[in-house]
């Protein structure tokens, strides 16, 4: 839908987001300029919608993300929840760049997980894995990230959705792909009690949680 040219003030858009859980309003500039959720670091934040509760009838469920981050107008948020079971790449050798899981955050889960409108919030942001630079809208963390984002091991726990483990019941749903690799037949992962380190990867085409992460115009 083109937008009006004429307009003074930002279009509201109404989306379903709610820091702590209190709607917030987004603002779309003319110019595209979005004004975002104002969220600071520890908030919750529900923004987009994924299986979670393995019912299919009742639709999907809000997803629940915790900020990591603000900087540069953006906040860098990460899914409570492991979501889906996926393999870094069939394949080896692959990089993040190249990676089948990279396609799909950016691909499906991107434009599934966020109506049009909310997708406007998702900044398309540029990442640096181990000096490799991409753009990504969703991305895992890398370990560099968890590092310093969670000093600690218990904080970086997680636990898998319901219907992760009803629908991956036969796969090791306690572990957590992260985005950097010690090599381009392995990358790094995490367990689930936080557990992470340099001696922490496994082959690319194992499945593992995968917890998304986004920066989001703040
Ligand atoms: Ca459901």
Do not use: C
């Amino acid at each position: 839908m083109p937008k009006a040219v004429a307009a003074a003030t930002p279009e509201q858009l109404s989306l379903s987001v709610e820091v702590n859980d209190a709607p917030v309003e987004i603002a779309v500039g003319i110019d595209g300029a979005v004004k975002g959720l104002g969220a600071s670091v520890g908030d919750t934040v529900t923004l987009g919608r994924y299986e979670q509760d393995a019912d299919l009838n009742n639709g999907a469920e809000p997803i629940t993300w915790k900020v990591l981050d603000v900087k540069d107008g953006k906040a860098l948020l990460v899914s409570e929840y492991g979501l889906e079971m996926k393999q870094y790449n069939p394949s080896s050798p692959v990089n993040w760049e190249g990676s089948s899981l990279r396609a799909w955050l950016n691909g499906d889960f991107y434009t599934n997980a966020f109506a049009p409108g909310e997708r406007e919030l998702v900044a398309y942001s540029t990442l640096d894995t181990k000096g490799l630079s991409t753009q990504d809208y969703a991305f895992i963390l890398s370990l560099d990230e968890v590092n310093v984002y969670y000093p600690n091991k218990a904080s970086f726990a997680t636990n898998s959705t319901r219907y992760v483990k009803t629908v991956y019941a036969n796969l090791e749903y306690n572990w957590r792909f992260l985005r950097s690799q010690p090599n381009n037949d392995r990358a790094y992962d995490a367990n689930v009690d936080g557990t992470r380190g340099t001696s922490n990867y496994n082959y690319v085409n194992k499945y593992r949680l995968i917890n998304p992460a986004v920066w989001v115009w703040n």
